[in-house]
């Protein structure tokens, strides 16, 4: 079965919509490659709001998935996608509602509390600025600094790990591994407990590396993105994490959050 446009999902809420996309695209990967397209429309705070999304589906097609907290919103948009056949899905409610009942107490209905100004929050903010400002050796000092380096070649997911980490509080500084450019001397002084290379098999690296140099509009038979010089640099960076005596994970075949949940493991069992 062919589909050649793909279902629209609009996810509703009351503050910024992360917790609905993010629930929407885990259920979307369920029929990949059957195309799934999702709209966000982010902080809904009255009738109107409510209107222009009903509308919206009414002329395009597609469902609605909610997380609205605030009641006569919910309710509004549970009336009106019943009245006009849409599709539904309240994400929170039932679960707001279970659970107040099983800690009998009534719920604050406020908007936005999974992401309050306070400590943690600034602290996360730091921890992503730190992420910037010492990526891909900009800025070595950031070595002795960090929570956690990562090393390894290019293409190996160090930025992305480096932000998703940040988003967890965690100070990362990332080092390119470059056989004509030895490392900085200071991931030899720091706790190797505390460095964390990254490995990944020379034949799915050059897949990457081909289609990052057609991102680029450059010709995908350049020195980059060549096997042999691949395979020497992953060489040069097994022996430099060798040496370190760091912890090594292969990012072949895994997403940066599955990388980045084994590296929190390993630093919360850390010595």
């Known amino acids: 079965m062919e589909h050649s446009q793909p279902t629209r999902v609009y996810v509703v809420s009351d503050s910024v919509g992360e917790t609905g996309e993010s629930v929407v695209r885990a259920a979307a990967m369920q029929f990949h490659p059957v195309p799934v397209e999702i709209v966000r429309a982010p902080f809904i705070h009255d009738f109107e709001g409510i209107d222009k999304v009903i509308n919206g589906i009414r002329t395009h097609g597609g469902i609605v998935v909610f997380t609205l907290v605030i009641p006569e919103l919910r309710d509004d948009l549970i009336a009106k996608a019943k009245q006009y ?28 509390m999974i992401h309050p100004l306070d400590e943690d929050y600034f602290k996360k903010v730091e921890a992503v600025e730190f992420a910037v400002k010492y990526d891909d050796g900009r800025d070595f000092s950031g070595i002795q600094k960090a929570d956690i380096i990562l090393l390894g070649v290019s293409r190996t997911s160090k930025t992305p790990l480096s932000m998703y980490l940040a988003h967890k509080r965690l100070k990362v500084a990332n080092v390119p591994l470059v056989p004509e450019m030895q490392p900085p001397a200071a991931i030899y002084t720091v706790p190797k407990e505390k460095i964390i290379g990254l490995r990944i098999d020379p034949n799915k690296l050059n897949v990457i590396r081909q289609e990052r140099l057609r991102t680029l509009g450059l010709a995908e038979n350049a020195t980059y993105a060549n096997v042999e010089r691949i395979k020497i640099e992953l060489d040069f960076a097994d022996k430099i994490m060798s040496k370190i005596g760091c912890v090594i994970f292969d990012v072949s075949n895994r997403a940066v959050e ?14």
Request: proline residues 10%; aromatic residues 2%; hydrophobic residues 35%.
């Open 258 to 271: 599955e990388t980045a949940s084994l590296i929190m493991d390993h630093i919360e069992h850390r010595s």
């Open 85 to 112: 056949d849409i599709p539904f899905i309240d994400l929170l409610g039932p679960v707001v509602t279970t659970l107040g009942n099983a800690l009998r107490q009534e719920p604050r209905r406020q908007p936005g």
